[in-house]
C-alpha cells in the first residue's frame, strides 16, 4: 500500500490543484449556470465517473501509451473539445426560450443522460490525463508491491477530494442562478454564459498538452 507519508502529501497536492480554476470547475460552472443546481451536481457526478477509467488506464500502463502518442493523445483531446462546444452551443440556444418553456426543457432532462454528458467529457478531459500520468508516479513506494493497485488507490483519493470540491462550485453557481431565474432576462444572458464558458473551454482545451 501507499505509505502513509504519501497519502497524505498527495492528498495535500491533489486538493491545492482542485482548488484551482481548471476545465473541471469551468465546466461544472458553466452546467450550473445553464441547468441550476440538480444539473450541476449531475453533472459533477458524471464528470468524476468519467475520471476512474482514466484511472484504471493509468495504473495498468495504457494511460502512459496515450499520454505519449501524438496521435491518441489528439484524437481525445479534440473530441472532449468538441463534446465541450456542443454541450456549449445547445445551452446558448436553450438561453432563447425562456420562461415557462425553458424551465420545463430543463426538468425534462433525465439525470441519465446528464451523467453521461458529464462522463464524456470527464473520460476525454486532457487535463487530467496528463495529471495522472505525471503526477501519481511520484507518490508510489516502488519497493513494494501491488504498483497497480497504490496508483489506482491515489487516483481514487483525487477523484473524492474533486468530487467534493466541484459540487460546491455547482451549489455555489446554481444557487446564483436561482436568483437570476427571477427575470426572464437575466435568465437568458446566465443561460448564454454559462453556455459561453463551456465552448471558451472547449477552445482552451484543444491547445491544452499541444505536442510537435
Not at 490543484?17 to 452546467?31: A, D, N
Not at 468530487?163 to 446564483?176: E, I, K, R
Not at 437570476?180 to 446566465?190: H, N, Q, T, V
Not at 454564459?193 to 491544452?208: D, E
Request: hydrophobic letters at 55%.
Amino acid at each position: 500500500m501507499v505509505p502513509a507519508s504519501n497519502l497524505l502529501a498527495f492528498g495535500i497536492a491533489a486538493l491545492l490543484l482542485v482548488l484551482l480554476p481548471g476545465p473541471s470547475v469551468l465546466f461544472v460552472i458553466g452546467r450550473s449556470l445553464a441547468l441550476g443546481r440538480t444539473g450541476g451536481l449531475l453533472s459533477v457526478l458524471g464528470n468524476e465517473l468519467g475520471v476512474v477509467p482514466q484511472i484504471a488506464a493509468v495504473a495498468l500502463g495504457v494511460g502512459v501509451v496515450v499520454a505519449q502518442s501524438v496521435v491518441l493523445f489528439t484524437i481525445v483531446k479534440i473530441a472532449g473539445a468538441a463534446y465541450l462546444a456542443y454541450l456549449g452551443i445547445k445551452a446558448v440556444l436553450h438561453s432563447r426560450g425562456t420562461g415557462q418553456k425553458a424551465a420545463a426543457a430543463t426538468v425534462r432532462r433525465s439525470p441519465m443522460r446528464l451523467l453521461a454528458e458529464g462522463f464524456i467529457v470527464g473520460v476525454t478531459n486532457p487535463k487530467s490525463i496528463i495529471f495522472f500520468v505525471a503526477v501519481l508516479p511520484q507518490f508510489v513506494d516502488y519497493g513494494a508491491r501491488a504498483i497497480p493497485l497504490q496508483l489506482a488507490t491515489l487516483g481514487l483519493i483525487y477523484l473524492v477530494i474533486a468530487l467534493v470540491c466541484d459540487s460546491v462550485w455547482a451549489l455555489v453557481a446554481g444557487t446564483a442562478r436561482d436568483w437570476f431565474a427571477r427575470s426572464p432576462k437575466r435568465m437568458a444572458r446566465l443561460e448564454a454564459t454559462g453556455g459561453a464558458m463551456m465552448i471558451g473551454l472547449g477552445g482552451v482545451l484543444v491547445f491544452t498538452g499541444s505536442k510537435s
